[in-house]
């Protein structure tokens, strides 16, 4: 079974500093992993994905990812935090598959916090 | 349409009662997927379809859960006998194809059983 891990359920940074979401995985195989922002009474924004191009990922809104399977993370950062970040992240994972679609797994999420 | 549209939006439900939530797909979306999502928590899988056919439903909680996609368009998760532990947020999400597609999501109906 596939799952991961997201270390923080709440983080507080300042505007302009860096933001840093952690996420573990475990998977027997190599898989697809995702990074998704939800707003208050809104449905989730895929952010950005890993799967199995470049191990450094960049996503919308200056957010990017890099996948260490040494390590098997996906963590999330941002150089400079703004007040329009404050929300939940949530990563998730699925399996490869060919054929029919599948699943995403997600984590418990992160609340960002952005301060003056 | 634009997005995938999910209504209604809020649901209050008294102990007991049935309800049935409506998820709207992006046209020509092959998949659709249900998940829950608690308070505070991480959406979880209920069920997938690849056009009408109801390929995985392992996550769904009780035979209380219910869900159908009879012409590969517009599906409905029908909860009978709705529970408090039911009360969470329902997100849709559909992609076009079957294996390596973004999903996109809806914005969820919230659910909650007084």
């Known amino acids: 079974a596939q799952s991961v891990t997201q270390l923080g359920s709440h983080v507080s940074v300042s505007e302009g500093a860096l933001v840093l979401l952690r996420c573990n995985y475990s998977s027997s195989v190599p898989p697809y992993l995702f990074w998704y922002v939800q707003y208050p009474n809104q449905g989730l924004q895929l952010l950005l994905k890993?799967?199995?191009?470049?191990?450094l990922v960049k996503g919308i809104n200056g957010f990017e990812a890099e996948f260490k399977k040494s390590e098997t993370s996906f963590h999330l950062t941002k150089p400079s935090a703004h007040m329009s970040d404050a929300a939940e992240y949530f990563c998730?994972?699925?399996?490869?598959?060919?054929?029919?679609?599948?699943?995403?797994?997600f984590g418990t999420g992160t609340r960002l916090q952005v301060t003056l | 349409g634009a997005g995938v549209s999910q209504s209604p939006r809020y649901k209050v439900a008294k102990r007991g009662q049935d309800v049935a939530l409506r998820c709207d797909p992006i046209s020509g979306h092959v998949s659709l997927f249900w998940y829950q999502q608690a308070l505070g928590q991480g959406p979880e899988f209920l069920t997938y379809f690849q056009n009408e056919a109801q390929l995985d439903k392992s996550g769904l909680p009780s035979d209380r859960f219910f869900a159908e996609r009879p012409e590969g368009s517009v599906s409905t998760l029908k909860i009978q006998r709705t529970q408090q532990e039911d009360s969470a947020v329902y997100l849709c999400?559909?992609?076009?194809?079957?294996?390596?597609?973004?999903?996109?999501f809806g914005q969820g109906t919230r659910l909650t059983v007084v």
């Open positions: 999400a559909s992609s076009l194809t079957g294996a390596n597609t973004e999903a996109f």
């Open positions: 998730a994972v699925r399996r490869r598959s060919t054929g029919t679609a599948s699943k995403l797994t």
């Open positions: 890993y799967t199995s191009a470049a191990t």
